[in-house]
Nanobody, 126 residues
Protein backbone atom coordinates (compact mmCIF):
# COMPACT_ATOMS: atom_id res chain seq x y z
CA UNK A 1 0.00 0.00 0.00
CA UNK A 2 1.35 3.38 -1.00
CA UNK A 3 2.21 5.65 1.89
CA UNK A 4 3.48 9.18 1.50
CA UNK A 5 5.36 11.12 4.14
CA UNK A 6 6.07 14.82 3.91
CA UNK A 7 9.00 16.46 5.65
CA UNK A 8 10.96 19.69 5.60
CA UNK A 9 8.35 22.06 6.90
CA UNK A 10 9.01 24.58 9.61
CA UNK A 11 9.48 28.27 10.13
CA UNK A 12 10.78 30.30 7.23
CA UNK A 13 11.48 33.97 6.92
CA UNK A 14 9.99 36.21 4.26
CA UNK A 15 12.31 36.03 1.30
CA UNK A 16 13.84 32.83 2.59
CA UNK A 17 13.69 29.24 1.40
CA UNK A 18 12.46 25.87 2.50
CA UNK A 19 12.53 22.51 0.77
CA UNK A 20 9.77 20.02 1.30
CA UNK A 21 10.16 16.33 0.58
CA UNK A 22 7.52 13.74 -0.17
CA UNK A 23 8.83 10.22 0.23
CA UNK A 24 6.91 7.12 -0.70
CA UNK A 25 7.02 3.66 0.77
CA UNK A 26 5.31 0.47 -0.21
CA UNK A 27 5.13 1.44 -3.87
CA UNK A 28 7.28 2.97 -6.57
CA UNK A 29 6.42 6.50 -7.61
CA UNK A 30 7.87 6.13 -11.11
CA UNK A 31 4.46 5.90 -12.74
CA UNK A 32 2.59 8.33 -10.53
CA UNK A 33 1.95 11.99 -10.77
CA UNK A 34 2.67 13.75 -7.51
CA UNK A 35 0.94 16.90 -6.44
CA UNK A 36 1.65 19.37 -3.70
CA UNK A 37 -1.38 21.04 -2.17
CA UNK A 38 -1.73 23.40 0.74
CA UNK A 39 -4.40 24.58 3.12
CA UNK A 40 -4.14 27.68 5.23
CA UNK A 41 -6.28 28.14 8.34
CA UNK A 42 -9.78 29.14 7.40
CA UNK A 43 -9.15 28.68 3.69
CA UNK A 44 -9.87 26.00 1.16
CA UNK A 45 -7.21 23.60 0.01
CA UNK A 46 -5.42 24.79 -3.09
CA UNK A 47 -3.06 23.25 -5.58
CA UNK A 48 0.55 24.35 -5.48
CA UNK A 49 2.34 22.22 -8.05
CA UNK A 50 2.12 18.86 -9.79
CA UNK A 51 4.61 16.72 -11.66
CA UNK A 52 4.22 13.68 -13.89
CA UNK A 53 6.28 10.53 -13.71
CA UNK A 54 8.55 11.81 -16.47
CA UNK A 55 8.91 15.33 -15.11
CA UNK A 56 6.22 17.43 -16.77
CA UNK A 57 5.22 20.03 -14.22
CA UNK A 58 2.52 22.57 -13.48
CA UNK A 59 2.50 25.47 -11.02
CA UNK A 60 -0.18 27.59 -9.49
CA UNK A 61 0.13 31.22 -10.51
CA UNK A 62 0.82 32.30 -6.96
CA UNK A 63 4.03 30.25 -6.78
CA UNK A 64 5.29 30.38 -10.36
CA UNK A 65 8.84 31.61 -10.44
CA UNK A 66 9.31 31.00 -6.72
CA UNK A 67 8.67 27.28 -6.23
CA UNK A 68 10.22 24.38 -8.10
CA UNK A 69 8.95 20.82 -8.08
CA UNK A 70 11.30 17.99 -8.89
CA UNK A 71 11.52 14.28 -8.40
CA UNK A 72 14.18 11.67 -7.78
CA UNK A 73 12.61 8.38 -8.73
CA UNK A 74 15.64 6.46 -7.49
CA UNK A 75 14.91 7.83 -4.02
CA UNK A 76 11.14 7.55 -4.46
CA UNK A 77 10.95 11.19 -3.46
CA UNK A 78 9.44 14.37 -4.84
CA UNK A 79 10.69 17.75 -3.70
CA UNK A 80 9.17 21.20 -3.52
CA UNK A 81 11.83 23.89 -3.37
CA UNK A 82 10.23 27.05 -2.05
CA UNK A 83 12.15 30.28 -2.53
CA UNK A 84 11.23 33.91 -1.94
CA UNK A 85 8.79 32.84 0.73
CA UNK A 86 5.89 35.09 1.58
CA UNK A 87 3.68 35.14 4.68
CA UNK A 88 0.80 34.00 2.49
CA UNK A 89 2.67 30.75 1.88
CA UNK A 90 1.90 29.80 5.46
CA UNK A 91 -0.16 26.61 5.36
CA UNK A 92 -0.18 22.89 5.89
CA UNK A 93 1.39 21.31 2.82
CA UNK A 94 0.32 17.91 1.58
CA UNK A 95 1.63 15.67 -1.16
CA UNK A 96 -0.54 13.22 -2.99
CA UNK A 97 -0.17 10.59 -5.70
CA UNK A 98 -2.30 10.22 -8.76
CA UNK A 99 -2.24 8.77 -12.27
CA UNK A 100 0.65 10.05 -14.36
CA UNK A 101 -1.39 11.61 -17.14
CA UNK A 102 -0.55 14.98 -18.62
CA UNK A 103 -4.17 16.03 -18.19
CA UNK A 104 -3.95 15.27 -14.48
CA UNK A 105 -0.75 17.23 -14.07
CA UNK A 106 -2.00 20.24 -16.00
CA UNK A 107 -5.26 20.33 -14.08
CA UNK A 108 -3.45 19.71 -10.79
CA UNK A 109 -6.80 19.12 -9.14
CA UNK A 110 -6.95 17.39 -5.77
CA UNK A 111 -9.90 15.27 -6.88
CA UNK A 112 -7.62 13.34 -9.23
CA UNK A 113 -5.19 12.32 -6.48
CA UNK A 114 -5.90 9.24 -4.45
CA UNK A 115 -3.16 8.77 -1.85
CA UNK A 116 -2.33 11.54 0.56
CA UNK A 117 0.35 12.18 3.13
CA UNK A 118 -0.32 13.58 6.59
CA UNK A 119 1.06 16.99 5.78
CA UNK A 120 3.84 19.23 7.00
CA UNK A 121 3.36 22.68 8.41
CA UNK A 122 5.03 25.72 6.89
CA UNK A 123 4.98 29.06 8.65
CA UNK A 124 6.50 32.16 7.09
CA UNK A 125 7.06 34.99 9.48
CA UNK A 126 9.70 37.45 10.53
Amino acid sequence: QLQLVESGGGLGQPGGSLRLSCTASGYTLDYNAIGWFRQAPGKEREAVSCISGDGVSHYAGSVTGRFTISRDNAKNTVYLQMNSLKPEDTAAYYCAAGPSRISVVRACDAKDFHSWGQGTQVAVSS
